[in-house]
């Protein structure tokens, strides 16, 4: 994969800070004393059974969940910048509207059409970009929102259990893609509640449970 | 694609909408009639007042509810992230609405005044007034659906809650509307252009902090 992202990413230098944060559900803390720096180069694999708050913690880094304390900071060139600057999110919502086809949707969202020859070829999107979304399966509708990811087209990439619903062969395309971004200048942080060692080499793993 | 192209396309793809509403309107004045006996001379005095009524229902039925039918979950948290502001896309979905539901209906607003015996400038001052006034209308109905975003039964609520602050827009309306044969383009219409802008104005700011509200509490 060519992307333009991988010239842009070796010259910035960015920083997702989360300081001493606490998480909490319903009024309830469920996390807190959470810090983290996310740079350049950086994988971490954050797990935990279920309910323990992965996807809370993807939320703050990606500066949509507020902190009950501490601080999120989004950082380039020691400039603080906005989120939407540097963040993008795989979430279980993946917003795409099933009346849309995946090609309309990607016009809204990415930065420009040569995205779609940046996206894996395992995905198989092509075939599916004049099709509406309500039409996909699970795994294909997962492959869009993935793509969605991949082509807009920032440094840091957080995925809430991204390999759920994709079979064999796009995981492997997903986490090729994921360790080329990383190679090339590119951050991400992935949450699953089972860490598949074959796999996560080279991330480090953020057991929340553990934290606790 | 910007906001608003996905907007229009929504609209025209999710189609029912203004159909629905422009038949429900059309329904709506037909209904009137047949209970009023059909007689011009009975309809004539309360034409302006039924229609008025079949606009405000008409928007808040179509469009209140369209937060739900086009915001699918996790888009708000999507929009953030791609940079866009929500008072961008409240606008967005504002003009979309605006272009694919509520002129339709302005423009079925001047036959239907004249079947009700409205002589032509005065179904004209009619319809100027419900094209002025429409802005609220629809401002109101967007806010109220925002507010009832997460509310299973919202359809009934957003009615609740948008015609107590459509009476001075009904009000200035009719006044302005009644005045116009006579006197033509008078104050009422300015003060209920006023009106209308007020609540624009106050609505897309209002719609984006419940947007941004609804996105944090997940």
Redesign the interface.
């Known amino acids: 994969m060519q992307f333009k992202r991988q010239k842009k990413g070796c010259n910035l230098t960015y920083k997702l800070t989360l300081d001493n944060c606490a998480i909490a559900r319903g009024g309830r803390i469920i996390l807190s004393g959470l810090s983290m720096t996310l740079k350049p180069g950086d994988f971490i694999w954050v797990t935990g059974e279920n309910g323990v708050g992965k996807s809370s913690v993807l939320?703050l880094a990606?500066?949509?969940?507020?902190p009950e304390t501490g601080s999120v900071g989004f950082n380039q060139d020691s400039e603080d910048v906005?989120?939407?600057?540097l963040?993008?999110?795989l979430?279980?919502?993946?917003?795409?509207?099933?009346?849309?086809t995946s090609a309309?949707e990607m016009?809204?969202?990415m930065q420009s059409d040569d995205m779609w020859d940046a996206l894996p070829a395992a995905f198989q999107l092509q075939q599916l970009r004049d099709r509406p979304i309500k039409t996909l399966s699970a795994g294909q509708r997962r492959r869009a929102a993935i793509a969605?990811q991949i082509g807009?087209d920032?440094p840091i990439w957080l995925l809430d259990e991204p390999l759920s619903a994709l079979d064999a062969e796009a995981r492997e395309a997903l986490m090729a893609a994921v360790t080329n971004h990383i190679n090339s200048g590119g951050a991400a942080m992935i949450a699953t509640h089972h860490v598949p060692s074959r796999i996560s080499a080279g991330a480090s793993i953020l057991n929340l449970s553990a934290a606790r | 694609?910007s906001?608003l192209s996905?907007e229009l396309?929504?609209t025209r793809?999710?189609a029912g909408s203004w159909v629905f509403a422009l038949v429900f309107f059309a329904l709506f004045a037909s209904i009137c009639a047949i209970a009023l006996g059909g007689s011009r001379a009975v309809m004539a005095p309360i034409a302006p007042a039924l229609l008025w009524i079949a606009l405000i229902l008409s928007v808040l039925l179509a469009t209140g509810g369209s937060w739900q039918a086009?915001l699918?979950?996790?888009?708000?948290?999507?929009?953030?992230?791609?940079?866009r502001s929500f008072a961008g896309f409240a606008l967005s979905k504002a003009l979309a609405m605006a272009l694919t539901i509520i002129v339709p209906l302005l423009i079925a607003a001047f036959p239907v005044a004249i079947a009700f015996g409205q002589s032509a400038q005065a179904a004209l001052g009619l319809t100027l007034s419900l094209v002025l006034g429409s802005p609220a209308i629809l401002a109101y109905a967007l806010l109220a659906g925002a507010a009832t975003l997460r509310l299973s039964q919202g359809g009934m609520v957003i009615i609740l809650i948008s015609l107590p602050f459509l009476v001075p827009t009904l009000m200035f309306g009719l006044s302005f509307s009644q005045a116009y044969e006579r006197y033509g383009f008078n104050a009422d219409g300015l003060a209920l252009m006023g009106v209308s802008l007020i609540s624009v104005a106050a609505a897309i700011p209002a719609v984006a902090a419940i947007l941004q509200a609804t996105?944090?509490d997940?």
Do not use: F
């Not at chain 1, 906005?82 to 600057?85: D, F, L």
């Not at chain 1, 979430?91 to 099933?98: A, M, Q, T, V, Y």
């Not at chain 2, 888009?75 to 992230?81: D, P, S, T």
């Open positions: 939320r990606a500066g949509i969940l507020r906005p989120a939407s600057q963040v993008s999110l979430s279980h919502e993946d917003g795409l509207h099933p009346a849309l309309e016009q809204v969202w969605r807009s920032k | 694609m906001l996905r396309l929504l793809r999710l086009s699918p979950d996790g888009y708000l948290e999507q929009l953030r992230l791609s940079g996105m944090e997940g």
